[in-house]
C-alpha cells in the first residue's frame, strides 16, 4: 500500500487540490463517492496529531 503521508501545514494545498480535480463535471455517481471522499478526510483534519499518527500507523501495518 502506498503510504499516506500528509503534514498537517498541507492540508489546505491538499484540499485545494481535491477540489479543484473532482468537484466539477462528474456522474453523479463519481460525484457521491468523491464527496464521501472529500469529508473523511476533512474529518481526518480535526483530529489530533496523535491520533492521526496512529491512524497512519495503522495504514502502514
Not at 1 to 5: A, E, S
Not at 50 to 54: E, L, N, S, T
Given at each position: 500500500?502506498?503510504?499516506?503521508?500528509f503534514k498537517i501545514t498541507?492540508?489546505?494545498r491538499f484540499e485545494h487540490f481535491i477540489l479543484n480535480r473532482y468537484q466539477t463535471?462528474?456522474?453523479d455517481s463519481k460525484s457521491a463517492?468523491?464527496?464521501s471522499f472529500i469529508r473523511?478526510?476533512?474529518m481526518l483534519k480535526k483530529v489530533k496529531h496523535?491520533?492521526?499518527?496512529?491512524f497512519r500507523i495503522n495504514l502502514d501495518s
Open positions: 500500500m502506498q503510504r499516506i503521508d498541507q492540508w489546505n463535471g462528474n456522474s463517492e468523491i464527496s473523511f478526510f476533512l496523535h491520533a492521526w499518527k496512529r
